[in-house]
């Protein structure tokens, strides 16, 4: 079963993110608390503003690691992340909406223009199951 995914959960973009980063969930509409934590909703997608940085990138598919990887004439040079999600979370919860949008689950991913896959690793809170 599904854990639903809230304010501080810790997300990772595989693989090419350096280190982990937290969810940022800003509510909208009436907030929706679980374990005391805004809930998530497959609509927190933002860059920066939801998901933040992942420290250094080391994807060819990114503008400036490619520019940097070939200044350094073919060397990997990861160079600063700046998450480029342009699409909600997949696929969310099934039956469970916030403020009329799919809950944000644990299974739920994110795709980085850049080629990475942002996966919730820990949900922020483990007592709230949806479906």
């Known amino acids: 079963m599904a854990v639903l995914v809230v304010m501080g959960a810790t997300l990772q973009c595989l693989p090419f993110g350096s280190v982990p980063s ?4 800003i509510p909208k509409g009436l907030p929706v608390n679980a374990s005391g934590r805004f809930a998530a909703t497959i609509m ?8 933040p940085t992942f420290g250094m990138c080391t994807s060819l598919a990114n503008p400036t690691v490619a520019a ?3 200044a350094a004439l073919g060397v990997l040079t990861p160079m600063p992340c700046i998450p480029a999600t342009v699409t909600p979370w997949t696929p969310g919860a099934l039956k469970t909406r ?3 949008f799919n809950a ?5 991913v994110c795709n980085c223009l850049w080629g990475g ?8 809170q483990f007592t709230v199951q949806v479906n």
């Open 22 to 25: 937290s969810l940022i969930v």
């Open 98 to 100: 916030i403020n009329n």
């Open 104 to 108: 944000l689950t644990n299974s739920s």
């Open 68 to 70: 940097a990887t070939a």
């Open 117 to 124: 896959v942002i996966k919730v690793t820990s949900p922020g």
């Open 44 to 51: 927190d997608f933002a860059p920066i503003v939801n998901i």
